[in-house]
């Protein structure tokens, strides 16, 4: 059986995420309080005790779940469970992230200072109101592509994220989105809604965030992953850390291809998909893709017992 280690992006934060972890594994509590040092405030505090409004917003949000994913994920290496058992990594969009540290190539600490400069130069982007984001149940792609495409009209509208065989999420100008949301319906979509965030994310607007990470990302050291990393861009592997590099500041305004990733994890042999971290929207999916394979959620203490147990 070969496994891929999975981490979620933004969407699945929630209150108390990660805190049943840092209360059984030392381990899993000095991530969180790396992720405080390096960003010089109680993030942890707001992850557990919080209000989910705050907690949402993107800045916070990002090195939050990078924080609960690699608690998840030192809490399976202090029980002996390592990259080892792993053949790729991979994350959704901000999960990218969480997968690269979790293999090493990024400090904990470079990658929550990271998340948090990626957040803030997301929301910066574009102006609160001008951008929005639906998403598209029930079109494949293709479909989902040509109303973007239909909707347009001058203004931005694309495919952000390619997530399973009927559900895509479409990103832009709000006016253009809105247009896109009937322009759905007509084709035949089952729902099509705005999303609640704050930020029309992976799409051509995001462009001066992208030149904000690219000044980032040549700030910090950056080592060879550990296991290859299934680029949300390339939906193939990459292990080269200038590709990596150039790779996640193309995923700012890039589409992020889960379904295509997962199918081309699948073809390679990988019948498993560990979701390490919040929340179970990506297993959702990969079931939804990889109909063969099973899938692991390990972000609690009882997570890794099922894992120990089964073993």
């Not at 470079?110 to 598209?136: H, I, N, S």
């Not at 299934?230 to 890039?254: C, E, F, K, Y």
Request: aromatic share 4%.
């Amino acid at each position: 059986m070969s496994n891929a280690f999975v981490f979620p992006g933004q969407g699945a934060q929630t209150i108390g995420m990660g805190k049943a972890l840092a209360e059984v594994y030392p381990a899993a509590r000095a991530v969180f309080d790396e992720v405080d040092e390096a960003l010089g405030e109680k993030l942890s505090a707001l992850i557990w005790d919080g209000d989910i409004e705050t907690l949402t917003l993107t800045e916070n949000a990002q090195p939050a779940l990078m924080a609960t994913s690699l608690a998840a994920m030192r809490a399976l290496q202090a029980e002996g469970i390592g990259l080892d058992q792993a053949t790729f990594v991979a994350g959704h969009s901000l999960g990218e992230y969480s997968a690269l540290a979790a293999a090493g190539t990024f400090t904990i600490a470079d990658t929550a200072r990271l998340l948090r400069t990626r957040g803030k130069a997301m929301q910066q982007a574009v102006p609160v109101g001008e951008g929005a984001m639906a998403a598209v149940l029930g079109l494949d792609f293709d479909a989902a592509e040509k109303v973007a495409e239909e909707a347009a009209q001058g203004d931005v509208c694309q495919v952000a994220n390619e997530n399973d065989p009927a559900q895509n999420v479409l990103s832009g100008s709000k006016s253009a989105v809105e247009r896109a949301i009937d322009l759905a319906k007509a084709a035949g979509a089952k729902r099509a809604l705005l999303l609640p965030v704050s930020a029309p994310f992976h799409c051509s607007l995001m462009a001066p965030a992208a030149a904000e990470m690219a000044r980032a990302l040549d700030d910090v050291d950056m080592q060879r992953p550990q296991v290859p990393l299934v680029s949300n861009v390339l939906a193939a592997s990459v292990s080269d850390t200038s590709a990596i590099r150039s790779l996640l500041v193309d995923q700012v305004t890039g589409q992020v291809r889960w379904k295509t990733s997962v199918e081309w994890m699948a073809e390679q042999g990988v019948t498993a998909f560990w979701e390490i971290g919040a929340g179970k929207a990506l297993s959702g999916m990969i079931r939804r893709i990889a109909k063969e394979s099973t899938q692991r959620n390990i972000g609690a203490p009882d997570d890794i017992r099922a894992v120990l147990d089964a073993a």
